[in-house]
C-alpha cells in the first residue's frame, strides 16, 4: 500500500498512572481506518472502514474516540465528506448515529457474514 492511501488509527488499553510513551506498548483494543485513495473527482471525501473494538473495551468509549480522531485525521487531508457501511441493525448502527452520521440507505444482500449467509448492509454520511 502506498503512502497517503489511507491512515490506520489505533487504541491500546492503557493501565493507571501510565505515562504516554508507555501507552504505546499496551493491547491494542481498537482500529479503524480512512481510505484516502478515491477517484479524481472525488478528492474532498474519503471511507471509513474497519472500525473494529475488542470485546474486552467495548462499552468503555474506544469506539466514540477513535470516530471523533477519525473526524479529525480526515480534516487534516481536507476531507469534509466522510462515508462508512455497516450491517443493518448492527449494534455499530447506534455509535454512528450518536456521532453525528446520517443514514442513506440499506442494500439487501450487499455482504457475508462469516457463516455465508447474506446480510443487508447501511450506508452512512458525515460532512464536517
Not at 473494529?52 to 487534516?76: F, N, P, T, Y
Not at 443487508?120 to 458525515?126: G, I, R
Amino acid at each position: 500500500m502506498a503512502r497517503g492511501e489511507r491512515a490506520l488509527l489505533v487504541a491500546r488499553r492503557r493501565a493507571s498512572g501510565v505515562s504516554d510513551e508507555e501507552a504505546n506498548d499496551g493491547d491494542i483494543v481498537g482500529t479503524v481506518q480512512l481510505v484516502l485513495d478515491l477517484p479524481e473527482n472525488q478528492p474532498h471525501r474519503a471511507d471509513v472502514a474497519k472500525m473494529l473494538v475488542h470485546r474486552s473495551a467495548r462499552r468503555q468509549g474506544v469506539a466514540q474516540r477513535l470516530m471523533a480522531a477519525i473526524d479529525d485525521v480526515a480534516r487534516d487531508e481536507g476531507r469534509h465528506v466522510l462515508v462508512l457501511d455497516t450491517v443493518t441493525g448492527g449494534d455499530a448502527e447506534r455509535l454512528y448515529q450518536r456521532s453525528g452520521w446520517q443514514r442513506a440507505g440499506d442494500v439487501p444482500k450487499f455482504a457475508l457474514m462469516p457463516d455465508g449467509a447474506f446480510c443487508a448492509t447501511t450506508f452512512y454520511y458525515k460532512h464536517l
